[in-house]
């Protein structure tokens, strides 16, 4: 090496980082003992950030661009050092280069299900899965709050994490909604933003943004979608005669479970008489609704007044029946609000929602619209 090239080399340092990879986030500048000549060039490409650390402090941050390291471009770090009158000897420091671009289709799924109170099936157990896309958009507080001193960070070291605070939101997010259980898979796009939202706030705490949300599938026990399949057939008539067709089939279905030949007949012959009897009884339950008197004599009370059920126009579509509730939960995800067209029975027609009095309390709980000026 001639004396020239070899004071270049003295006086000359390039530091970089080049990232073919798609899964790195940050990466630690390596060289032997962290030294970093005076008036070395420093290399921040697009999609990238480099901060500089001394002894475990922050000091300065450099967006995409070519720099020449002095006392002019490392304002903090000159203080930290104590440079009043600039460096002219190598001097130590940590630079972490972290990408500000986006990792998209990261996955996520419920480790265990949740679990939902439903008025007609009790607790039910509902599992979810979807993808994200998010950057680091606060470089500084990445480092300090994620990253600590790893040399080199990927998306799967923080993936467990990230999935943990997706999943908590999701099922705040479920109970908040509390949708009939077979409604949830239709309204995907609803439920996904509401969980965004929160999840974005979440987020924004380490550095990051969520800049998109999606869940993808709910899914639910088979012997649940089994019973939501048959109260389907028989839910215009009312939860009365639904309880009687179950208990009728349990009996039936009890007495082809007996051992023995004979006992078995018996069994089945017992079990269809029980199950035709209950069937059968169901014809009455209609009299008996309206206050007409028990094969005893004994007067049938009135049934307790159910909660007003509504339907509402959405996308152009009837969609419900919804109680009051479930349309307040829609309301602050933005896809139910005042001029929504509303009906139920005994209405004339249809009408717009901040019409109907019984429905101001859901107006209560939103925020107006923010006037424009």
């Known amino acids: 090496m001639s004396l020239l090239r070899r004071i270049k080399a003295e006086l000359i340092d390039i530091v970089e980082y ?14 032997h003992g962290n030294e970093i000549k005076n008036n070395a060039r420093l290399v921040v490409r697009e999609g990238q950030t480099a901060v500089f650390v001394n002894e475990g402090r922050l000091a300065d941050v450099f967006t995409p661009g070519t720099y020449t390291l002095n006392t002019q471009n490392l304002p903090v770090l000159s203080t930290l050092k104590g440079w009043k009158y600039g460096f002219k000897s190598p001097f130590k420091a940590e630079v972490y280069f972290i990408s500000t671009r986006h990792y998209l289709n990261q996955k996520w799924g419920t480790k265990s299900p949740i679990i939902l109170d439903d008025q007609r099936f009790g607790m ?6 979807g993808n994200y896309a ?5 470089p500084k507080l990445f480092l300090t709050d994620i990253m600590a001193t790893k040399g080199t960070f990927r998306t799967g070291d923080i993936a467990e994490q990230l999935s943990s605070i997706i999943y908590t939101r999701f099922s705040d997010a479920a109970a908040e909604l509390n949708l009939p259980i077979e409604q949830y898979a239709q309204y995907l796009n609803e439920l996904s933003e509401l969980v965004h939202t929160h999840v974005r706030e979440d987020f924004m705490h380490y550095g990051i943004d969520i800049t998109r949300m999606l869940i993808e599938n709910i899914s639910m026990p088979d012997n649940v979608k089994k019973e939501i399949f048959e109260f389907s057939r028989v839910q215009k008539i009312d939860m009365d005669l639904f ?43 209609s009299a008996k609704k309206e206050g007409s008197a028990s094969a005893s004599g004994a007067p049938v009370p009135p049934p307790l007044p159910a909660s007003a059920q509504y339907y509402a126009a959405i996308n152009g579509e009837p969609a419900g029946p919804f109680t009051v509730e479930q349309l307040s939960a829609y309301a602050k995800v933005k896809s139910f609000d005042r001029t929504t067209l509303v009906w139920k029975p005994g209405q004339a027609d249809w009408c717009p929602a901040q019409d109907v009095a019984e429905l101001d309390t859901i107006w209560k709980q939103v925020p107006p619209p923010i006037p424009t000026r």
């Open 124 to 129: 039910i157990e509902l599992r979810a899965f």
């Open 134 to 138: 998010f950057r680091v958009t606060d």
């Open 243 to 285: 309880t009687r067709f179950k208990t009728a089939k349990s009996i039936e279905i009890a007495a082809g479970n007996e051992n023995g030949s004979a006992g078995r007949g018996v069994g089945i012959f017992a079990g269809l008489g029980m199950g035709r009897g209950i069937l059968d009884s169901m014809a009455g339950i």
């Open 18 to 31: 080049l990232d073919s990879s798609q899964d790195i986030i940050a990466h630690r500048f390596e060289r």
